[in-house]
């Protein structure tokens, strides 16, 4: 989700007509799910978002995936499977040679267009709107009722709300400082209330810093940083940069020195894949932001 925010993307999808015409004869003669009678044999399945794909893994649907995007690395095995574009680019004809009986996708205004052209040539295509914890738990169970694995689904739901309330409950007697997300440094992207990333900073008892906004994911000013004056500041960072340019991303932030995080020396790090993908490992982020919030991870 990170990686969709952090630039604004253009793309020009160009199908011969002749393509199109071979893709929907394809797709006509294909098996296709429905809302509340999908067999899991048969099933093929694509995803077209890192977080969608770490759902269909935990629904145990892995040997039913058939291809995936550029960035769904985790967990390890989807890196095996056959690559249908990135997130912003797709391959309609190597979605073509893979014969799905259905295709998860985001509610990107990208996505949403894609959608409508799958459904010309008769594929079926699912999206999923997942900006709120509410909307990871709408997600699987949506993703566990066309794949016929509403159990699973059901269970693995319970198990993230289970534990998310456990450190919740560990947080009361925490004090609640003022937490800001920071999704990209320039311009300056920050994760408000409205999302899950929002969501969870209530969920742990802190105080997210970022008020007054109308946008979920908005671009602030220096002005703005100032006025939420945050205690903590936790960035989303690339794990296999992070190392190497360290003093650099934390350097940004010294012209902000009446903030108290750059004057306490409070600005953190955390693993961009992890915290922005919207799926089963919420509870892993929870637990990586609780440790940074509370001061129990001395490694950040």
């Not at 566990?144 to 409950?169: F, Y």
Request: net charge positive; aromatic share 6%.
């Amino acid at each position: 989700m990170a990686t969709e925010h952090r630039t604004k993307f253009f793309i020009i999808l160009l199908i011969p007509i002749i393509l199109s015409s071979l893709i929907a004869l394809q797709f006509r003669n294909s098996p296709k799910t429905s809302d509340t009678t999908d067999s899991h044999d048969g099933l093929r399945i694509i995803s077209l978002a890192p977080n969608i794909t770490e759902i269909l893994f935990a629904l145990d649907l892995a040997d039913n995936v058939v291809g995936v995007t550029s960035f769904c690395n985790y967990p390890r095995d989807a890196k095996n499977k056959p690559i249908v574009g990135s997130t912003i680019q797709i391959n309609l004809e190597k979605i073509l040679t893979l014969r799905p009986t259905v295709i998860f996708s985001t509610s990107s205004h990208l996505h949403q267009s894609f959608q409508a052209r799958l459904e010309e040539i008769g594929c079926r295509s699912v999206s999923l709107n997942v900006e709120t914890l509410d909307d990871i738990y709408a997600a699987i169970e949506t993703i566990a009722r066309i794949c016929d694995k509403q159990k699973k689904g059901s269970v693995l739901v319970e198990n993230i709300r289970t534990k998310l309330s456990a450190i919740s409950q560990k947080a009361k007697t925490k004090r609640k400082p003022k937490v800001l997300i920071v999704i990209q440094q320039e311009p300056l992207i920050v994760a408000a209330n409205g999302t899950y990333i929002g969501d969870l900073i209530k969920t742990l008892g802190a105080v997210n810093a970022v008020t007054g906004v109308n946008s979920h994911w908005p671009q602030i000013n220096s002005e703005s940083l100032i006025l939420f004056a945050p205690e903590i500041i936790i960035e989303a960072r690339n794990k296999e940069t992070l190392s190497s340019s360290k003093d650099n991303w934390k350097n940004f932030y010294k012209r902000w020195k009446s903030i108290p995080a750059v004057k306490n020396d409070k600005i953190y790090s955390i693993d961009a894949d992890i915290i922005s993908r919207p799926g089963p490992r919420v509870v892993k982020t929870a637990e990586i932001l609780y440790s940074i919030i509370y001061g129990e991870n001395k490694e950040q």
